[in-house]
């Protein structure tokens, strides 16, 4: 069964400096991968999005991902953060279960805080 | 704007007492999820809809149903709510026609059982 761990369980960082969430997956062939974020009470809105090519992708509010299959990774990095980025981000992976569908698995999240 | 929409955002309701909660989309995709997410946790999986094809994943209890009347509309229904229960309810839905679409996500409803 596929399985998402996200290590870290909360991040402080501070405005301006670079920030790494860390991924791994465990899957047993090549997996689609996701970020999404989550603002309090809010749904989930996604970051980016891996399913094959180009392994750096770029997603939205600055944010790209490395998928790394030798390391099993797909860290999600910013270089310069900003407050309204404190938020919980997950990790996702999705494998392929047939007929062009696929099913969701989340790590357990990693939750930012950003100080001014 | 709306694509994915929930009602209600809030839901308190007593113990044992059935409660339904709505999602309907304006995307017209044909797949629909239901997650339950605990505070602080991932979101899991409850179950969802291929078209009209209901998909349950194994260890979603039976207490939680749900029902798909049309494209646009998926109810969540538990029927005996107990404490154990609070938690978020996300609805996401997904164009499986193609291959790469991703789940659009509901802002969620939080349920409350007193």
């Known amino acids: 069964a596929q399985s998402v761990t996200q290590p870290d369980i909360h991040i402080t960082v501070s405005e301006g400096a670079s920030l790494e969430l860390r991924c791994n997956y465990s899957?047993?062939?090549?997996?689609?991968l996701f970020w999404y974020v989550q603002s309090p009470g809010q749904g989930l809105q996604l970051l980016l999005k891996y399913f094959s090519g180009d392994t750096l992708v770029q997603g939205i509010k600055g944010f790209e991902a490395e998928f790394k299959r030798s390391q099993s990774s797909f860290n999600l990095r910013k270089p310069s953060v900003h407050w309204s980025d404190a938020a919980e981000y997950f990790c996702?992976?999705?494998?392929?279960?047939?007929?062009?569908?696929?099913?969701?698995?989340f790590g357990k999240g990693t939750k930012l805080s950003v100080i001014p | 704007d709306a694509m994915v929409i929930q009602n209600p955002r809030y839901q308190v309701t007593q113990f044992g007492k059935p409660v339904t909660l709505s999602c309907s989309q304006t995307?017209?995709?044909?797949?629909m999820y239901w997650y339950q997410q605990k505070s602080s946790q991932a979101p899991k999986l409850l179950f969802h809809y291929y078209d009209k094809d209901f998909n349950n994943e194994a260890d979603t209890p039976d207490n939680f149903q749900s029902r798909r009347p049309n494209t646009s509309f998926c109810f969540l229904d538990i029927r005996s709510p107990g404490l154990g229960d609070a938690a978020m309810y996300l609805c996401?839905?997904?164009?499986?026609?193609?291959?790469?679409?991703?789940?659009?996500f509901g802002p969620g409803t939080r349920l409350l059982v007193l």
């Open positions: 899957y047993g062939a090549t997996p689609y």
């Open positions: 996401a839905t997904r164009n499986d026609r193609r291959l790469e679409e991703t789940q659009y």
């Open positions: 995307l017209n995709h044909n797949v």
């Open positions: 996702a992976v999705g494998p392929y279960s047939g007929a062009g569908s696929y099913q969701l698995t």
